[in-house]
């Protein structure tokens, strides 16, 4: 990253499979990315994701329709592609690069030309739907402008561990760049979360453990479970030693789940699901009914407005209702592959959300928005 950004240019890669940290590496770069494949749902990294929002990078790329040979035989179609374009959207990607686009030199005599094998989707002009396809395309550019602008709101962040929806930061980050203003945990990128996340197994390094303890001090609110010991060998046995210390002022013998420390709120079970409902913290959105269909949603946030991506994922028509922790404002619904704006035909306040009825085609999607305040006498 130092030396691409010393040169003039920006670095873009996939931080993942290779010998070093997925989180730590993907909020190194300026356009972290993931991938997806033609097969089984598009399922983007949680730990690319979550490190790059933490780390306030609005725009995540993914390799975009890479396939396999049962896939990649010339016979795809947008209305094949669709689905996995759609997950990745929900999943935090929004920003496609095609796999694979060959140049096509030689006349066009010769079909269907230059492939790159068979790890990919044929994009080309030789393709059958090519001209037609354009409207696929403007679908992919309506979604993607719009998931581009704001920020996904996130309630927590998790030292590194990965957490679908949420966010993530390395533990070098945890140990050096947190802070707390007025009882929230704040970033370096600007991202604020009512707490933190710091997942073990009874292990801690000692500098973790007083890292909690500092933040506890500070007035943070801090959900993990008690250490017993460290997992590294250097300054063994006293690291342990520390560590049991450490936990001793800070965790205590209480089996409140809990616990005043200092000016802040421990959290000593771990629990993150556990916290989030003692804390009174609302989902930014979610399924009312029915479960167990195969929908993503994605929320994306600016000043003034909020929206969901809602995915249909189904080889069926569904009717469902989304609750959204945003209230006192008007739902509509925008659909990209139209380009048209209506307003939400049923929907209701349900004391801390609205409620919007939805009936979605198959392996359909819509984006439900709040922007317009409610005029008096609108539910």
């Known amino acids: 990253a130092r030396m691409i950004r010393a040169c003039g240019a920006t670095l873009q890669h996939e931080a993942y499979g290779g010998p070093f940290d997925t989180i730590a590496g993907s909020a190194l770069a300026d356009l972290p990315m993931v991938e997806f494949w033609t097969k089984g749902d598009a399922n983007p990294s949680p730990a690319v994701i979550g490190a790059a929002r933490a780390a306030g990078r609005r725009v995540v790329g993914a390799e975009a329709f890479t396939g396999a040979p049962a896939q990649s035989r010339w016979t795809e179609t947008p209305a094949f592609l669709r689905p996995y374009a759609d997950s990745a959207f929900a999943g935090g990607v929004n920003r496609l690069v095609l796999h694979h686009w060959?140049?096509?030199?030689?006349?066009?005599?010769?079909?269907?030309?230059?492939?790159?094998?068979?790890?990919?989707?044929?994009?080309?002009?030789?393709?059958?739907?090519?001209e037609p396809g354009k409207e696929f395309f403007r679908y992919l550019g309506r979604v993607q402008a719009l998931m581009q602008r704001g920020e996904s709101p996130a309630d927590h962040v998790s030292v590194g561990a990965a957490v679908a929806n949420g966010d993530a930061i390395p533990l070098s980050a945890f140990l050096t760049d947190v802070r707390v203003d007025n009882g929230?945990?704040?970033?370096?990128?600007?991202?604020?979360?009512?707490?933190?996340?710091?997942?073990?197994?009874?292990?801690?390094?000692?500098?973790?453990?007083a890292r909690i303890e500092q933040l506890l001090a500070q007035g943070a609110t801090v959900v993990a479970p008690k250490p017993n010991r460290s997992p590294s060998l250097a300054g063994y046995p006293g690291c342990d030693d520390q560590v049991r210390a450490i936990a001793a002022r800070v965790w205590g013998d209480s089996p409140d789940t809990r616990r005043a420390v200092g000016k802040g709120t421990l959290f000593?079970?771990?629990?993150?699901?556990?916290?989030?409902?003692?804390?009174g913290i609302?989902?930014?959105?979610?399924?009312?009914?029915?479960?167990?269909?195969?929908?993503?949603?994605?929320?994306?946030?600016?000043?003034?407005?909020?929206?969901?991506?809602?995915?249909?994922?189904?080889?069926?028509?569904?009717?469902?209702?989304?609750?959204?922790?945003v209230t006192g404002?008007?739902?509509?619904?925008?659909?990209?592959?139209?380009?048209?704006?209506?307003?939400?035909?049923?929907?209701?306040?349900?004391?801390?959300?609205?409620?919007?009825?939805?009936?979605l085609e198959v392996r359909k999607s819509i984006i439900v928005m709040f922007r317009k305040p409610l005029s008096r006498g609108t539910d």
């Open 282 to 325: 609302v989902e930014p959105v979610r399924v009312v009914q029915p479960p167990g269909r195969r929908v993503r949603i994605l929320t994306r946030a600016e000043e003034g407005a909020t929206w969901h991506f809602v995915a249909n994922l189904e080889d069926q028509p569904i009717r469902l209702a989304i609750a959204s922790r």
């Open 268 to 279: 000593g079970k771990g629990d993150v699901n556990g916290a989030r409902a003692e804390l």
């Open 184 to 209: 929230q945990v704040v970033l370096p990128s600007g991202r604020r979360y009512r707490f933190v996340h710091v997942p073990h197994s009874g292990a801690l390094l000692p500098e973790t453990a």
């Open 329 to 359: 404002k008007l739902p509509e619904l925008w659909d990209a592959e139209t380009g048209t704006i209506r307003p939400a035909p049923i929907w209701r306040t349900a004391g801390a959300e609205t409620e919007v009825d939805l009936a």
């Open 102 to 130: 060959v140049h096509q030199p030689f006349d066009d005599r010769y079909k269907p030309a230059f492939g790159m094998g068979w790890w990919g989707t044929h994009f080309t002009r030789h393709q059958t739907w090519f």
